[in-house]
């Protein structure tokens, strides 16, 4: 079974910055990807960033230059820095995960719980 724990959502007025993180837990044998998706209220879910094991690095065009994501390895952690805040950046984030478990000759993919951001006008 894998966990994944994020925190770090709140409210931030327009321009400000916040920073989440998702911490993977749990018997895998590692991770292949970590990555972060949004899903405002009446929209469908969207793509917001990724990092992969070797730290390569993808991002929706509408965070481009604005949001970072970063990885800790050694805490099975990703940090997504977000910069210049807009209104449109409200939404639930959920971090994703894809681990390689035992046995299992396909990655599997895990979703946290989703950590509210709201940017105030």
């Known amino acids: 079974q894998v966990q994944l724990m994020e925190s770090g959502g709140g409210l931030v007025e327009t321009g400000g910055s916040l920073r989440l993180s998702c911490t993977a837990s749990g018997s895998f044998s590692s991770i292949s990807q970590m990555g972060w998706y949004r899903q405002a209220p009446g929209k469908q879910r969207e793509f917001v960033a990724a990092?992969?094991?070797?730290?390569?690095?993808d991002y929706g065009d509408s965070v481009k230059g604005r949001f970072t994501i970063s990885r800790d390895k050694a805490k099975n952690m990703s940090l997504l820095q977000m910069n210049s805040l807009k209104p449109e950046d409200t939404a639930v984030y959920s971090c994703n995960t894809e681990v390689r478990l035992a046995l299992v000759p396909s990655p599997s993919s895990y979703w946290g719980q989703g950590t509210q951001v709201t940017v105030s006008t």
């Open positions: 990092i992969t094991d070797d730290g390569n690095t």
